[in-house]
């Protein structure tokens, strides 16, 4: 596939070189043209998020996949995908020098923050797009590339189109915010899956979890590459206008899966729910291998967040921002239908039984075996949190609730605490 298409990609660049200031300034075509977010209807929500097979293409969930939706910085896979190119094709070299230029030296953070006239090299610029997120890298790479960022947002465009990507239109190579740039869900889906598809040699600078620079190491801000087995990549992003957006991609038993999630209210929300995406869609792919007839829709719980936002002092441009989070302090709650304990929390002798009325809950989902699997999770993470507590789970509203029961009021409390310290969802349930 790659090199039926090499031919078309050489035309498209020196095409697009050449129409590149007339395409950045006349208004989009027909396939790149859509309404940008904060014009369309202010009741739909932000979030949208598709899941597709990265071997076949099918479509196992989407949900609001095609509306338009800010890519943040998202958008550097693109601009990953057109420095893989590059590489691929003998036009860059990692170890060739990437200059930062005046332009690119005065974007916004998130950012390696070099001055202008330094320069990095080509494989350190792609560990600062991936890891870090490096704004001012970005841009650096597309100036190194088409001579300007303008010029490259057009290139992006046009390799877009040439994908399939018919929603999206880009006019920088950053993410950083401009009302213009706009992609969705199926778009990145599209994306992410060309990208392991076309240079899958160059596939694993996703999964880097952090990289040394200049004797400082640098962590990055994709933390499902620590906590959930399987998940290799892609790439988060942030602004206020798109919310929390993470394009992923995981392997279970010999089967891979990409998700999109776009719009979450946290990044501890947006990780759950690629999680629970993710876990849903292997366990589906599973079943359906042995006959069943199912889908993820039907098997996943989607728990809208409530309760105040608690948000960091200062905001960066593009930035993760690790400090937010979504602390449910009260939790109005119907009569559940209990469902017999399915696990001991922890291995205690019996003489130290759970006591209290107090609870935790640390999921809800659309099947029981899911949340099972959420209370085995935390109990593994979170052991000596939940030592003395039961884990349960409870039938309510058509969802499977997971629980950790018989605590007091403290315990309850410290155990939530401990738990959403490490950006996992729970809340403190009092007696009935």
């Not at 610029?125 to 890298?137: E, G, L, P, Q, R």
């Not at 996703?206 to 399987?230: A, C, P, Q, V, W």
């Not at 409530?306 to 709650?333: F, W, Y």
């Not at 507590?389 to 401990?418: H, N």
Request: with cysteine.
């Amino acid at each position: 596939m790659f090199a039926k298409l090499t031919s078309a990609r050489s035309f498209l660049a020196v095409a697009g070189l050449a129409l590149s200031c007339v395409i950045g300034a006349a208004a989009p075509s027909t396939a790149s043209a859509a309404i940008p977010y904060l014009q369309l209807n202010a009741q739909e929500p932000k979030y949208a998020a598709i899941v597709i097979d990265a071997n076949s293409g099918e479509v196992l969930y989407d949900k609001r996949a095609d509306s338009p939706r800010y890519p943040a910085s998202v958008t550097k896979v693109m601009t990953l995908y057109l420095t893989f190119e590059a590489l691929s094709e003998g036009r860059l070299k990692l170890t060739d020098r990437v200059t930062m230029s005046p332009r690119a030296a005065a974007q916004a953070p998130t950012k390696i923050g070099l001055p202008a006239g330094d320069s990095l090299s080509v494989d350190e610029a792609i560990k600062a797009m991936t890891v870090k997120s490096a704004n001012d890298v970005a841009v650096a790479m597309a100036e190194r590339l088409a001579g300007s960022e303008s010029r490259f947002a057009a290139l992006m465009t046009l390799r877009g189109q040439e994908l399939g990507m018919r929603t999206t239109r880009f006019v920088n190579a950053s993410g950083l915010p401009d009302s213009r740039q706009i992609s969705s869900a199926r778009d990145l889906a599209i994306l992410s899956r060309a990208t392991m598809r076309d240079f899958p040699q160059y596939y694993s600078y996703f999964s880097t979890k952090g990289f040394y620079f200049r004797g400082n190491y640098i962590k990055g801000h994709n933390r499902l590459l620590d906590s959930m087995e399987g998940f290799d990549g892609l790439k988060t992003g942030y602004t206020n206008a798109s919310g929390f957006n993470l394009a992923g991609s995981a392997v279970r038993d010999g089967r891979r899966l990409i998700a999109v999630v776009l719009g979450g209210p946290s990044t501890a929300w947006r990780d759950n729910n690629m999680e629970d995406l993710l876990l849903t869609g292997f366990d589906v792919m599973k079943r359906r291998s042995r006959g069943e007839r199912t889908s993820i829709a039907a098997n996943i719980y989607e728990d809208d967040p409530s309760g105040p936002i608690q948000r960091p002092a200062t905001e960066q441009g593009d930035g993760d921002q690790a400090g937010l989070k979504i602390v449910l302090t009260e939790n109005p709650r119907t009569p559940p239908v209990k469902v017999a304990p399915t696990m001991k929390a922890a291995q205690k002798p019996a003489t130290k039984k759970a006591k209290g009325e107090w609870s935790v809950q640390v999921g809800a989902f659309k099947s029981k075996s899911l949340a099972n699997e959420q209370l085995k999770i935390v109990q593994k993470r979170f052991s000596s949190a939940v030592a003395n507590a039961e884990g349960a789970v409870e039938s309510a509203g058509g969802a499977f609730r997971a629980q950790f029961q018989g605590m007091t009021a403290d315990a309850a409390r410290a155990a939530c605490s401990a738990i959403t310290a490490k950006r996992q969802p729970c809340m403190v349930l009092s007696p009935r």
